[in-house]
């Protein structure tokens, strides 16, 4: 049975999704669809690939993921197939592939899509379904669409190291207010090199020092850090909401309009790095 994954910004208030859903049934209608999330951010394209990223990979291989952001930021003349580990991923061309790969995947190919009609969103679904379609069928990647390396690319931006510190960027805020930071456990042992650590982040003196199992080993401390199921770090406060409480934002993608916008070009050079991003640093001594 063909598993196939929906990942998309486009909500379920309306008709849209259930009707993408009736395109991918009439097609396949033996197929198992998984509704991993419609909430995603239609502009912060690095919290789109955490979410995708982490539940990617516990679905079966030959599994189709299909990510749905911000379809219409660009004129949408191709969708793009890529491999991806041994399952498959349909996205537009808008940089989520490799914000989600985190690098150019060696096999791309590009599905056009026909302009003999006005492009809608349900037009551009269509295609994807078809493509969904024959990838659940057996029929390989060439056979659904046309190699290329033209490509829009956008990549995550990475922690920046020092020899006595680490400064990472917010990019996820869950319903509770706890925060994401690009930071993992593994990148955070290297550089601790088994020395005591300051985790400063929000206004004035808020700092931890210590990085729980998890929330349940806190001994009651009001700020907790610890290292999530995905292996990055995560903070929070006992009984609070963090983000809130501490004006912590999540990172923007740089290429979204806003940051080719005039606005961002003077919140930059004024130092206003909180209008981009909000960064979290750890000193070691």
Known sequence: MAIITLSTDIGTNDFVIGAFKGQLL??????????????????NF??????CVNA????PEETVHIVLVNLFEF??????????????ILCPDNGILTMICKQKP????????KKEAKINTIQCLENIALAAHKLATGRSSLQVGQATDNFVERYPM????????????????????????NISEIEFEECRKGRNYNINFG?????ITEIQENYSSSNNEDYIATFNSAGMLELAIKNGNLAGLFGLKGYKTENSS???????????????????YQTIRIFFE
């Open 26 to 43: 009439t097609l396949q209608p033996n197929a198992q669809i998984v509704d991993i999330t419609h909430q995603l951010s239609s502009t």
């Open 258 to 276: 806003f940051a080719n916008s005039q606005a961002f070009s003077e919140a930059k050079n004024s130092g206003k790095r909180d209008w981009v």
């Open 106 to 113: 060696d096999n791309v190919f590009r599905l056009p899509i």
């Open 46 to 51: 690095a919290e789109a690939a955490y979410i």
């Open 56 to 59: 990617f990979k516990y679905y």
């Open 158 to 181: 990475r922690p920046t190291f020092s020899s006595d510190w680490i400064e990472g960027q917010i990019i996820f805020i869950d319903r509770f207010e706890n925060v994401v930071v």
């Open 203 to 207: 206004r004035g003196n808020s700092i």
């Open 75 to 88: 004129n949408p003349s191709q969708l793009l197939l890529a491999k991806y580990g041994k399952q498959y």
